[in-house]
């Protein structure tokens, strides 16, 4: 574990009983929440970064990477493999070309409309399809299957 700050230290050190009552508080917040280890640190990164906290935002940053070092090699192992960057590349081409405008005031009556035509149930059923592979992908560890017929043009 890294080094607390030394005014951490200090007030410890100056206030032995509030600083005991705060750690047996955060003690009993984490045992009896509903939220996981992983979401509460992903929690404490986002108020700490949102707050401006610097010296938290480190704290939280370090330990959120030093838990998770294992999945970030195997992500950036798997966004380097031939097949995953040819899909991105392709992708970010089509993200490019998209010339889209949010329209203020959209009602949901007015986007379920629009989810009535062929092109968007084309995109919806892509878009599951996709996460689909992604997430039976992360559970078997099995190659990817092309799911993108246009991809072998």
């Known amino acids: 574990?890294?080094?607390?700050?030394?005014?951490?230290?200090n007030f410890?050190?100056?206030?032995?009983?509030?600083?005991?009552?705060?750690?047996?508080?955060?003690?009993?917040?984490?045992?009896?929440?509903?939220?996981?280890?992983?979401?509460?640190?992903?929690?404490?990164?986002g108020i700490?970064?949102?707050?401006?906290?610097?010296?938290?935002l480190h704290s939280h940053t370090r330990k959120a990477l030093g838990d998770n070092?294992?999945?970030?090699?195997?992500?950036?192992?798997?966004?380097?493999?031939p097949?995953?960057?040819?899909?991105?590349?392709?992708?970010v081409k089509v993200y490019n070309k998209l010339d889209i405008e949010i329209e203020e005031n959209v009602s949901y009556f007015q986007l379920f409309k629009r989810m009535n035509t062929q092109e968007m149930r084309n995109g919806i059923a892509f878009g599951i399809k996709f996460l689909k592979s992604?997430?039976?992908?992360q559970y078997t560890n099995q190659p990817t299957k092309q799911f993108n017929k246009a991809q072998s043009n």
């Open 69 to 81: 070092v294992v999945t970030i090699l195997n992500t950036v192992k798997s966004l380097t493999q």
């Open 48 to 56: 700490s970064a949102g707050a401006r906290l610097e010296g938290a």
């Open 134 to 137: 992604l997430a039976e992908q």
């Open 12 to 45: 410890m050190e100056e206030h032995p009983a509030i600083a005991n009552a705060y750690e047996s508080l955060g003690t009993a917040v984490h045992a009896g929440g509903p939220l996981n280890d992983k979401t509460r640190s992903l929690i404490k990164l």
């Open 83 to 91: 097949d995953m960057l040819h899909s991105i590349n392709n992708a």
């Open 1 to 9: 574990m890294s080094e607390l700050p030394k005014k951490f230290k």
